[in-house]
């Protein structure tokens, strides 16, 4: 059995994006994988007892082992794995394995460039790298000038809906709305969903625009349109928006996987979103795509779902097949096989 040593530093401050996906999988190790490996959740705090139970509730009340990165070297384990995008602290002899999600903060200028060390830490320090796409492999290995063959692409997954027909979220249910999971930024296209939105109210008024995320620099213009902006929100009621929703949009510029794409989809929700970066690598023949930075083909793109009843079904199914076909199982399992590798 393989015993993993997991920087669990900031699970308990990270409930999207990579804090979904750590909670994922370890929960997939947990539940399908416990005869094959042992997690430890190392984290920053000297005295564990203080902070033990706050860690695993983070992860379901599994009961992980929980051990300082001051005292790690006693934990007895085989290999180490930073899933923050990159080694928060170096001071380790043990194999390791980071996952770098992609490579938004050097592509972009003035994205977070202070988070580039913890990527560089990453490639001086670990044996095997991990990311989310063939895409992201591609740009990381020319941001950080190694060999593309050093990051080994490993798509993210989704768990079908358990119980499809729970009733959840009261935002926006006296009328029907596009939905737009993430934060609200530039990169992600959200200023040109705003401009659809408006093209599309001006002749459809009763359809609204949920922005399930934090705020960022992308609502431009929010003002003008009929808009709910609830923030962050449970997955008990991201999941009943999702499910209740004329359709999803997500016409991003950059992304290095796309989760919310292929959320979306496996709650059987419409997608429209953009050929661009990874996303053709999670959706797919499975969603409606649109140019980047084009609000009017956006907005006739979500007049077309909404008035064709045919193209909106089959979005669905194709939606659902897709989804089903990227379980976080198979994530799970070749984010083990990869750390079995590197403690070999």
């Not at 094959?36 to 992860?59: A, D, G, H, N, Q």
């Not at 009763?206 to 929010?222: E, F, K, Q």
């Not at 793109?301 to 193209?311: F, N």
Request: net charge neutral; charged share 20%.
């Amino acid at each position: 059995m393989l015993s993993v040593g997991v920087d669990a530093w900031n699970l308990p401050g990270d409930h999207r994006g990579i804090g979904r996906y750590l909670r994922a999988i370890l929960h997939q190790w947990h539940r399908t994988f416990a005869d094959r490996v042992k997690v430890t959740l190392i984290v920053p705090e000297l005295l564990t007892w203080t902070v033990r139970s706050r860690y695993r509730r983070e992860t379901n009340g599994e009961n992980f082992a929980v051990v300082s990165r001051a005292l790690h070297g006693r934990a007895k384990l085989d290999v180490l794995w930073f899933p923050w995008n990159g080694c928060s602290w170096t001071n380790f002899t043990l194999p390791a394995v980071a996952t770098l999600h992609d490579a938004t903060n050097f592509a972009i200028p003035g994205y977070a460039p202070q988070t580039q060390v913890i990527f560089r830490n990453a490639v001086a320090h670990c044996r095997s790298l991990i990311t989310d796409s063939v895409f992201s492999a591609t740009e990381l290995a020319r941001e950080l000038s190694i060999p593309l063959e050093r990051l080994t692409p490993v798509p993210l997954g989704v768990d079908l809906p358990a119980d499809p027909q729970t009733s959840g979220a009261e935002i926006a249910r006296a009328h029907p709305y596009v939905l737009f999971v993430g934060t609200a930024e530039r990169r992600k296209g959200v200023d040109i969903l705003v401009r659809a939105m408006d093209r599309v109210q001006r002749h459809d008024p009763s359809l609204r625009l949920v922005i399930a995320g934090s705020r960022g620099d992308g609502l431009t213009g929010g003002e003008t349109i009929a808009m709910e902006t609830p923030g962050f929100i449970d997955d008990r009621t991201l999941a009943a928006l999702y499910r209740d929703a004329e359709l999803f949009a997500f016409p991003s510029r950059y992304e290095g996987f796309g989760l919310p794409v292929l959320e979306a989809m496996a709650h059987g929700t419409p997608v429209i979103t953009t050929r661009v970066a990874a996303i053709p690598e999670v959706a797919g023949d499975a969603a409606l795509y649109v140019p980047p930075d084009d609000d009017a083909a956006l907005a006739d793109a979500i007049a077309r779902v909404r008035g064709d009843a045919a193209l909106a079904a089959s979005l669905r199914e194709r939606g659902r097949l897709r989804a089903a076909a990227m379980p976080w199982t198979q994530t799970a399992e070749r984010t083990l096989e990869i750390l079995e590798q590197a403690a070999s």
